[in-house]
């Protein structure tokens, strides 16, 4: 039987959670860049947030690792570099490319969120770790939700920004089912994650100055004349 110390944090996660999804569903449904970009430092600051609780609850100093990776990569490196590679008029623009409007874009998030949860209660049965059942299912929607903001988003940036939501779906989930392993993926993405932003943050420059918008789908645009 649990302590009231226990079910204090265990209920801090399902809060945490539940803020989480909402931030994962915000970055399909938002406008704007800089929005995306916000919720996504709100989402990494969240998923640095679990991380430590259930660190504190399993007396895991793994955790507690990739807690302050995460701060220290997504919450800071990313966002500087995007905000520092990125032309500031990336982040004036008002409507987002994107291929569905965003009714359309929410119901279909509705429906990934409960597929996610259908695919992970025959997975729990086989996970007897109590944050699991929190962090399962809502890890593998915001992987979900990750997947589909790449798919409909038309924007260099905000493909990006799904992109870096998918990892932090999967790190949600791994912290509670794996809670000694993530911190050695966390630190092989704390050196990947942040070149391939800055990467993309020039090339979306470069994109931006050449032909004026940040589409992918006018990459053609840049061929040699």
Same mark, same amino acid.
């Given at each position: 039987?649990?302590?009231?110390?226990?079910?204090?944090?265990?209920?801090?996660?399902?809060?945490?959670?539940?803020?989480?999804?909402?931030?994962?569903?915000?970055?399909?449904?938002?406008?704007?860049?800089?929005?995306?970009?916000?919720?996504?430092?709100?989402?990494?600051?969240?998923?640095?947030?679990?991380?430590?609780?259930?660190?504190?609850?399993?007396?895991?100093?793994?955790?507690?690792?990739?807690?302050?990776?995460?701060?220290?990569?997504?919450?800071?490196?990313?966002?500087?570099?995007?905000?520092?590679?990125?032309?500031?008029?990336?982040?004036?623009?008002?409507?987002?490319?994107?291929?569905?409007?965003?009714?359309?874009?929410?119901? $279909?998030?509705?429906? @990934?969120? %409960? *597929? !996610?949860?259908?695919? &992970?209660?025959?997975?729990?049965?086989? #996970?007897? =770790?109590?944050?699991?059942?929190?962090?399962?299912?809502?890890?593998?929607?915001?992987?979900?939700?990750?997947?589909?903001?790449?798919?409909?988003?038309?924007?260099?940036?905000?493909?990006?920004?799904?992109?870096?939501?998918?990892?932090?779906?999967?790190?949600?989930?791994?912290?509670? $089912?794996?809670?000694? @392993?993530? %911190? *050695? !993926?966390?630190?092989? &993405?704390?050196?990947?994650?942040?070149? #391939?932003? =800055?990467?993309?943050?020039?090339?979306?420059?470069?994109?931006?100055?050449?032909?004026?918008?940040?589409?992918?789908?006018?990459?053609?645009?840049?061929?040699?004349?």
């Amino acid at each position: 039987m649990h302590s009231p110390h226990f079910s204090v944090i265990f209920s801090l996660d399902a809060l945490t959670g539940a803020l989480f999804l909402l931030t994962a569903i915000g970055v399909v449904a938002t406008r704007q860049v800089l929005a995306s970009l916000q919720l996504f430092i709100a989402q990494s600051l969240l998923l640095s947030l679990s991380a430590l609780l259930l660190g504190i609850a399993l007396g895991s100093p793994h955790l507690f690792a990739v807690a302050g990776i995460t701060i220290a990569t997504k919450t800071v490196l990313i966002p500087w570099l995007l905000r520092h590679t990125v032309s500031v008029e990336v982040y004036r623009t008002r409507e987002i490319d994107r291929v569905l409007n965003i009714p359309s874009s929410l119901l $279909i998030a509705a429906f @990934l969120v %409960v *597929i !996610a949860y259908a695919i &992970a209660n025959p997975l729990l049965g086989a #996970v007897d =770790l109590p944050f699991a059942r929190i962090n399962l299912p809502l890890g593998l929607a915001a992987m979900f939700l990750g997947v589909f903001t790449v798919v409909a988003r038309r924007e260099a940036v905000p493909q990006l920004l799904g992109l870096l939501a998918l990892e932090n779906g999967v790190f949600f989930a791994g912290v509670a $089912i794996v809670p000694e @392993l993530p %911190v *050695i !993926a966390e630190l092989a &993405a704390a050196v990947d994650v942040p070149v #391939v932003a =800055l990467v993309v943050g020039l090339l979306t420059r470069q994109i931006h100055k050449r032909i004026g918008s940040t589409s992918v789908g006018r990459l053609a645009a840049l061929r040699e004349r």
